[in-house]
């Protein structure tokens, strides 16, 4: 009570005096109570200390402005002391420090203290020292004064060797110091806290702590804080020591005192105390404490005091308060974590109090988290400014360990139980309620964290609502109530969280308080260094500006300025750095460039192109020889009045922001200082406006840069403005001689410029009516500014703060602001560790600065947001250093994809600019990068545009890491003009392993990713080698490589090296396990072996040892697999809208948990989200006690809350349906049942997203993708998932089930064939098509026609290589199971069923050939169970038993199968992929097998037309997709529609027959396509007698048979032979021949295009003109040497047919010749006994042998073939058999033959024997047989003598070329063995397209929107090359065709 009173005492004369006087007393009695010392030899006797101490009071007298005591002891006048007089030292000691304490503000106040303001380090010194020896007599010498040397004994006695504490003391002498006596009082009395007397030391102190806690003045507080600050340690230099420890422990407890006992005057005095600064010396003392009980109370009291702090947080001061907060957790949340360490010591457990040390342990657990807690009450969480990560990931990181912490320690104290035994002693129950204590403040703190932190909170804790164990799960819960009973908002998860962050900065520095003030401001104005102030300026002018409050801001800055120099000369104002002289700049900077470049820039530029005004010179120095002084003096003088009447007549264009600015200006001036203030407007517009653009026009861009100002326009142009200059300041010159003569002109324009400035001051900011067009924008990266202003200025920010507050201490308006700005930026946290720190602008001031790259900056700050720039990271980064010094760029390529290309530009040329006067390197990592990841052309051209070659010149050295053969591809590719600026002294270095990176970059410094390091780290499986690569896409073209396969997958090193940007190094190719879909084994090729990827590509190579290489692939890829978790679901990024849901869900799957207290808190969470969200307000849930008791088997009550949810808050559907599954993962199976049936009332619920955002859509495929995952991995749930969530999906609309379908389709494609998955997605469908049978049969076979249809886009060579074949190949499984039992609806997609079977029958593995067994077998099996007619169903029965036959087997290309079911479902074989994935190189299927397939779906067909409604269409839809198939681009399906349309197509009208033939015309051209042109003929060959009898294109048919067959390719001879003969007997069947020959029949047609066939019957040597049957007979021959036997009996047919055709049936057999059938006669007489014999039948007796000499006879009938052509062309056959005849028999019957007919037609024998000579010479030289030799000896005789008859006639040499037939005898040999198309002529195959064109055209014109075929010439075509033919219904054939190896046909496609 007394100390109360006295601290209320006034400053007086005399109270002070009484302080002063008993301040001299008091120093005395601390000098005799320092000098006392027990352990000493007994003192002599001692004066009375009682009367010495009321001396000591008493003769203390004044003296001037010091207090001098009169005591003054000798050393040998030393007093003895007794214990009474000790004591009564002591007493007076106390009451005297306690009266000095309370009344020391009347001292404060006398000497004019001011509060102290606490800088750091500002008043340190130096208060630790080792102690002189101890000297009691020095003491009492000096007992009048304490002075700098004074050293205090704290040790006492035998310890003070030991420790001593030395506290650097200044003289109580006002006179002789500026220290106050009050100052010198604190320091001394704290020093007292470290007295180390062993007998009076605890009194002294505790005497000492408890005047300083309780009875200290306010008006001290600064000096008693001072002094702490000084004593404390900093960290770095903390040594603890027993004194120092004691030191802590008593000024923690007087620092909480002071605080608790806070009144509004010790707030006021401590207004400039930092209290966080000495708090966190004091926690970072106690941290480096060992563990005893003394250190353990210390942290426990120190835990108290953040405690206190907390609780008067808004009465004191910080420097900075979010940042000690966050430290202070940290240090607490140590403290906490290393509990179990200290516990479990076996150093308390030795300690005698050790079981105090546990308890104290427990309430250092209670205490810190107690003030945890109210530490995170409202604390936005700070990361660590060194860390190189975003600020959002780190915060999340952070959060996310306290948020563990927490957990641990309810684990640690609870033991896993929610409740305790009954406590049976007092001690125990102590202990229970100290543990819900704790409890209860950890869970506070969570609940505190969570809500000050909720944007990356809630998503990092929401899991843990599912949390194995039942405690965590609970107390998350009380966590979620807790903030929801606080009113907690989630707009801060939203994506644009920071942007609303950013605005709310922008609004809050906008603020205008209600009586116009702007507190913000201020301080901004007095915290923000000068070197900012630019910046900050520019910001605040912009964003007033948009926030229409720029008068406003104008106004108040202004004013500062003004306020400041109300003391100084008015010709002071805007002469500083201060902000209002910054903002007035950027005014007019801002708002004035367009004003100038519209006023100023034509007077300049006309400077610039006048020559007459060119000199400006003025000083007569300075003049040039051939200027004149008076010349240039009016030049100037007329410049300077041109200038200034264009800028008076300029007013009505002054924007209105600058009239704003000037306005502003003139008000505030004029209220201060009015008869300057038009002066001060006029200086502001002229200085700071005018005349900088004179002087650098080129800055304003007033002139470009190819026309800047000469030297002398330059002088001009500031010599002008100096004269301007005056003209505004209203002087005239004067120390200038040469300018004097401008002062006419100055007083004459002096009233012209006041007048000016008097209107553009007094016209107003905005008239009325008067439209306002904002010229500035406020862009992102001026936000960012203002936070990087902010940020960097934070100290001197918290200085003004502090300031401000001490000076405005009772308006607590200010304040709040404040506040509210510390709270923000600490939301905000640092720019410099923010994903946006470089997306939202730098500095204007960086070197990197163009036009062309702010507008590109500014164009895609919309589009970038967090996300983006996330990604943006990971593709390009920043990394320390190199070894040179280099700044170190990183880009991983394989994170780049086209769609980022722009936004990693952005964020790239963002990131350097601030390294722009650096040099730098750049590590391109190439790991698995590919084609999809190469930059395209218009980003590099951007690149190299919007980054100048400036800083293109500082990048040194790119090391190119891991390339591959893809981006050596590219790098070929580039224009190596985009890089121009990297020219010169650039170098690219090869890297292939990170040690070699390391001799150019330290390797702590290396910043790669560990995918890409994991190659070189992971254990290596095996090296193969040598391999090769075979690249289709460079024309397979092969590589040697070495394999290396290790656990992270697959690499190949190229063996060649190869040039990369000009630089050799050896390329890999590294494909990670995770994208190695399987490895197959290719057929029939031993090694060869398939590398399938996830992209859809593939690697195919070639090693001996493929087996092994097979198993250790599969090897790594199912040890990859099983390392991934079944059910793996990604953290989400929760939405505000995602809240209600997922907490929701949280309660709903608690309610029924096992523990009562997880029901009550899941039962209160429930409550508290419904109150918060206001759902179901109908419902009567009511939050209640905690301890409600709700009973466990209440699933009807969550099944009925989750009902009326479901049908109530639809809006909810998504996120609880997510989160509910994401509970199913830490279910077990009762609890997934629960799940699954609360839920299903929310399925409903799921269509309305079915056509919603692609975010909702994605939603829902997460939603099915886990209910199929269920089904996989817990197959005791699969019944009810097909019972009551897919059956209740199939009821939905056909919207929703085709999404859902859509979905299976493609995640059952994407996991693949052999998968699980895949294999599970096709049953649920068949639980899907139970429900909605018609449905999903129409989708599941659309959705196949349509991947069949989309093969045509990109066609492949092969279907099995094409990337859309695992989504047919698992459409297929689809389609396999929905045909048991009639799920597809036969009856409705029976046609399209036949024709995709008839497509892929046959075709891939094993598996998917025995799935189209099945499917056909299925097909059937429904089609008899929906017949009700016994027949059809026998005719089904036995179709069905006939396809499990070997012979359809293979028909299926299925082989080594005993069972196609069991293979199609061998559930091995799903385990190993490799077993079953064998392909083959080519299609296998065969025209027999296509062919017996189509028949037998035709037969079903028609068996069925009679017995079910609507299938009368089912050919006519079967042939329309045929028929569409057919005329597109696809070979490999584009073969089979035309082989199938052959046996299905009822009619053939000319027109599509034209369409077909134009198809035929291109596909000759090319071998890739020789395939389809033999297709195309099977074709035709099947619906020739489809063709009306009147069809113009009929008998073109014959010819284009003929001319294909002119080719002589092996491919499709065999095809035109077939469609040749076709044609003939069906004209023969029509009696064609009767009266005609096969000639003229066909006569017309060849006329009609005559030109044509001539010119192909030159090319290939024979004549159609001369002779059509022999012509015939040449082009048929090398049917006999065909390796088909077939083929070699259809041409024996062949030729029948045709001499049957040309003999009249009575003569066939008597041997009649005429000059038709001699042709084929002579060809059936050369190859057929049986025809020579029947032949000659009625000359030879059965009895007589064959004769050779009646053979002649028959055929050797010169009156027959009279003819010398005839006789010519019937020897030339004859001799061109015998060329290529092998047979010995034949070719001895041959040359008896000849050897007759030599000298029978000897004519003509002499041109036949020159084709036979080297026939001749070869049977002479090798030939044994003599009668062979004989007939060739009789030929060379015939020869010679007709050779030597000189006088008979004989034939030209040339007659048989004459004739047309000089090729014959080529065309009679055998098709080459290794047949090379490219070697047919590029003519002949020109002249049969032109053919085929030409009969279409002729015979039924095609427009041009129906078939458009370019045309290109078939030189450099590739296949690449798209030819486009679009039918009538818009179908397009698109082929392709390449040049390569031609195959052997052997009747398959």
Known sequence: ????????????????????????????????????????????????????????????????????????????????????????????????????????????????????????????????????????????????????????????????????????????????????????????????????????????????????????????????????????????????????????????????????????????????????????????????????????????????????????????????????????????????????????????????????????????????????????????????????????????????????????????????????????????????????????????????????????????????????????????????????????????????????????????????????????????????????????????????????????????????????????????????????????????????????????????????????????????????????????????????????????????????????????????????????????????????????????????????????????????????????????????????????????????????????????????????????????????????????????????????????????????????????????????????????????????????????????????????????????????????????????????????????????????????????????????????????????????????????????????????????????????????????HMKGAKKVVAIDNVARLYQYIDESNIILSKTSQSFEEDKLIKIYSPCQLLCSDEGCNKYYVRMKISESGLMLIYSERMQVFGVSMHIKDIYHVSIIKEAQAIDNEPMKLLVRLTDGHAITLLYEDKATVLQHIYYITSRWQSQQPYMQLSERKLQPKDVPGTLLNIALFNLCGSDVVQRAAAYQLLCAVKKSFQLLPDSKIISTAQGLHVPANNILFVKEISTKLAEKEKQLTLELLSEALTSLQKSGTANKQLILLYIKPWLVNLEKYNSGEEREKKKVHNILGVFVQLGISSPELSSMLQAEIWSSLATMSPDFLSSVLDYFFKTGSNAGLYSVKAETLAETAVTLASVNTQLVASITVNAMLKLLEETSKEPTLMLNHHFLWSQITVLARFIHRLTFHNKIDVLRTLPELCYITTMLMGQGDTLLRTTMHGIVLNILHSLTMLSHCDKLVELLSLKMVELELPKWYLQFGIQQVKSSATVSFQSSKMEHPHRHSSISDKDSVNIHSLTAITELFSEVMEACIEHFKGSNTWFERWHQLTMKSALVYNPPLQSRSFLALGYITKTMPDETLAKILKILGKAILNESSLTLAKAILRCLTKVIHLLEKTSSLFKHLFWISVVIMQLQEPITYVAAQLLMYECVKLLDSEQSFLKESLSDVVQQAREEHASHLKMLDHEIGVSFTSSFDFALCTLLYRGFHHSNSATRLQTMRLFCLLYSSHTASEERYIGKINEHNLAYLTVLFIHSEHIRSELFSWELSKETSFSHDSLCAALLNKEAIRETKLQMLFLLTIASALTYMEDNQDIKLLYQFLSKASTVFHEVYPNIHRVLVPHVALTLSQSQDHSTLGAVHKLIETFVKKANNKNGKSLSASYISDIGFNGMTELFGPFTSSYDYTTVDNNKLTLVQNYIDSVIEDCLPLEDDEVFVPNISRHRRSAGQLYNLTNTDGNRYCGTFTRSKSTEDSGSY
């Not at 008493?58 to 007093?79: D, N």
């Not at 109370?297 to 702090?309: A, D, G, V, Y």
């Not at 607490?332 to 342990?361: I, N």
């Not at 306020?563 to 000369?569: D, G, K, L, P, V």
């Open 1 to 980: 009570t007394i100390c109360t009173i006295l601290k209320d005492v006034v400053y007086t004369p005399g109270s002070f005096m009484a302080w002063e006087d008993t301040l001299s007393s008091w120093k005395s009695l601390t000098t005799i109570l320092k000098s006392y010392d027990h352990d000493e030899s007994p003192p002599p006797p001692q004066p009375d200390m009682h009367k010495l101490g009321a001396e000591v009071i008493m003769r203390g007298r004044r003296v001037g402005s010091s207090v001098k005591t009169t005591l003054t002891l000798r050393p040998q006048q030393a007093p003895e002391m007794t214990d009474e007089d000790l004591q009564h030292v002591i007493t007076e000691w106390t009451n005297m420090s306690g009266f000095l304490c309370a009344l020391g503000g009347v001292s404060s106040v006398h000497h004019g203290v001011r509060p102290l303001s606490l800088v750091p380090s500002a008043s340190s010194v130096e208060s630790l020292n080792t102690l002189n020896v101890y000297s009691s007599q020095c003491a009492m010498a000096r007992s009048n004064s304490f002075t700098s040397h004074d050293q205090l004994s704290v040790g006492g006695g035998r310890s003070r060797s030991k420790f001593r504490l030395s506290i650097n003391m200044g003289s109580y002498n006002a006179e002789e110091s500026n220290v106050s006596n009050c100052s010198l009082f604190v320091e001394e009395l704290v020093s007292l806290l470290t007295y180390g007397n062993e007998r009076l030391g605890v009194k002294v102190r505790e005497t000492v702590k408890e005047v300083l806690s309780y009875g200290l003045s306010p008006a001290l507080y600064p000096h008693f804080f001072q002094k702490v600050d000084s004593v404390l340690q900093p960290k770095e230099k903390i040594q603890t020591s027993d004194q120092q420890t004691t030191f802590i422990d008593q000024i923690t407890m007087i620092i909480q005192h002071i605080l608790e006992l806070r009144s509004e005057t010790a707030t006021i005095a401590m207004v400039n105390v930092k209290m966080d600064l000495i708090i966190s010396k004091l926690i970072n003392y106690a941290d480096q404490l060992p563990l005893s009980k003394q250190a353990i109370s210390i942290k426990i009291k120190l835990c108290q005091l953040l405690q206190t702090m907390m609780d008067c947080r808004t009465d004191l001061s910080y420097h900075h308060q979010m940042r000690f907060r966050n430290e202070a957790v940290e240090r607490l949340m140590e403290w906490l974590t290393s509990r179990k360490e200290k516990k479990g010591s076996s150093f308390v457990d030795l300690l005698p109090q050790g079981a105090q040390v546990s308890s104290l342990l427990q309430d250092l657990d209670m205490a810190s988290m107690k003030a945890v807690a109210l530490l995170l009450d409202g604390l936005p969480l700070q990361p660590p400014e060194s860390s190189e990560r975003s600020g959002s990931d780190e915060k999340g990181k952070l959060f996310f360990k306290y948020f563990n912490l927490f957990m641990e320690l309810i684990r640690e104290h609870f033991g896993g139980h929610t409740t305790l035994a009954s406590p049976e002693s007092i001690q125990q129950q102590q202990q229970q309620r100290n543990v819900f204590s704790l409890k209860q403040y950890t869970i506070t703190a969570m609940s505190n964290m969570l809500m000050a932190n909720i944007e990356c909170g809630l998503s990092h804790a929401v899991n843990l609502g599912y949390h194995e164990e039942v405690l965590l799960r609970t107390t998350f819960m009380d966590v979620l109530t807790s903030v929801f009973k606080k009113g907690v908002e989630f707009g801060s998860l939203a994506d644009n969280n920071l942007a609303n962050r950013y605005s709310q900065l922008v609004e809050f520095v906008t603020t205008v308080t209600e009586d116009g003030d702007m507190p913000i401001i201020t301080l901004f104005s007095e915290a923000i260094h000068p070197n900012n102030m630019d910046e900050l300026a520019r910001v605040l002018v912009i964003m007033f500006d948009c926030n229409h409050k720029l008068t406003d801001f104008l106004l108040k800055v202004f004013q500062m300025e003004v306020s400041s120099s109300a003391n100084y000369r008015s010709d002071a104002l805007f002469r500083g750095n201060s902000l209002a002289c910054k903002v007035l700049s950027q005014c007019f900077k801002i708002f004035g460039s367009y004003y100038l470049q519209a006023e100023l820039r034509p007077l300049i530029q006309k400077m610039l192109q006048s020559h007459k005004y060119r000199h400006f010179e003025v000083d007569p120095v300075k003049l040039q020889d051939e200027e004149k002084l008076l010349d240039n003096q009016k030049n100037l003088l007329r410049l300077a009045q041109s200038f200034l009447d264009a800028i008076i007549h300029s007013l009505p264009g002054i924007p209105l922001q600058l009239r704003t600015v000037c306005h502003c200006l003139f008000t505030v001036v004029a209220n201060s200082f009015p008869d300057t203030a038009l002066d001060t407007v006029n200086s502001a517009f002229f200085l700071r406006f005018i005349s900088p653009a004179l002087v650098s026009p080129e800055i304003y861009g007033i002139v470009s840069g190819d026309r800047l100002p000469s030297p002398r326009t330059q002088r001009g142009l500031m010599l002008l403005s100096k004269i301007l200059q005056n003209l505004a300041n209203h002087v005239v010159f004067k120390k200038e001689k040469h300018m004097l003569v401008f002062n006419d002109f100055l007083k004459e324009n002096f009233e012209r410029s006041r007048n000016f400035v008097t209107k553009i001051s007094s016209m107003g900011p905005y008239e009325e009516g008067e439209a306002i067009d904002s010229i500035s924008f406020m862009k992102e990266s001026d936000k960012f500014s203002l936070h990087q202003v902010l940020w960097d200025n934070e100290d001197h920010l918290s200085n003004a703060i502090i300031a401000m507050r001490s000076v405005s201490f009772n308006d607590r308006a200010w304040y709040q602001p404040v506040q509210r700005l510390e709270t923000i930026l600490a939301q905000l946290g640092s720019p410099y560790q923010h994903n946006r720190k470089v997306s939202l602008g730098l500095r204007r001031n960086t070197t990197i600065s163009s036009a062309q790259l702010e507008t590109f900056l500014e164009s895609m700050a919309p589009e970038v947001d967090d996300h983006v720039l996330k990604q943006a990271r990971k593709v390009f980064y920043h990394g320390g250093t190199s070894k040179a010094g280099h700044q170190v760029f990183y880009c991983v390529l394989r994170k780049l994809y086209p769609d980022m290309s722009n936004k990693v530009l952005y964020y790239a040329v963002s990131l350097m600019r601030k390294f722009t006067d650096k040099s730098f390197d750049l590590v391109v990592d190439l790991t698995m990068s590919t084609s999809t990841n190469e930059p395209d052309l218009e980003l590099l051209i951007n690149f190299a545009v919007l980054v100048p070659e400036l800083t293109m010149c500082q990048m040194e050295t790119i090391y190119l890491y891991n390339c591959n053969r893809s981006f050596k591809r590219f790098a070929n590719q580039l224009a190596y003009r985009i890089f121009s």
